[in-house]
């Protein structure tokens, strides 16, 4: 708060001017703090973002590794029908699992499984919806990546 002026009227608008500057300094370097941390944030969240793609490329990589390993045994992928429920559980052998547990993407949801027709002959395909943000799909053609 500005004080009554002490030499007269001149004084006063001199301090009023001063106080002006000074809350005008203020704004200025809040803003500029304010545009940094917006800065920072976005690049935080572009890392993390990347980081939950790395890992949704990893699990499809084992789910793909365990689908080959199920076809070894058994000739033939999974049903579609039957999905990857097959892979965590004892399968049609009753032995071990080829997953430990049920896989979900980084953004909690389950992978899916299914064919796919490339050229008129039908590949298993694993596949996520990604980031529920952003409208992508990711996926794997067992044994191509496409």
Known sequence: MVSKPQYGKATYIVQ?????????????????????????????YAKLNLSSEGQMRFDLLNIETALVFYRNEFGAYPEGAVGLSVLYRNGKSGGEPYIDREILDPWGRKYNYGYISVNGVELPFVWSYGDPQFEFVYGRIVDKEY
């Open 16 to 44: 009023y001017a001063e106080c002006i500057m000074i809350k005008n300094s203020l704004m200025i370097f809040i803003f500029f703090v304010g545009l940094a941390l917006g800065i920072l944030v976005a690049k935080i």
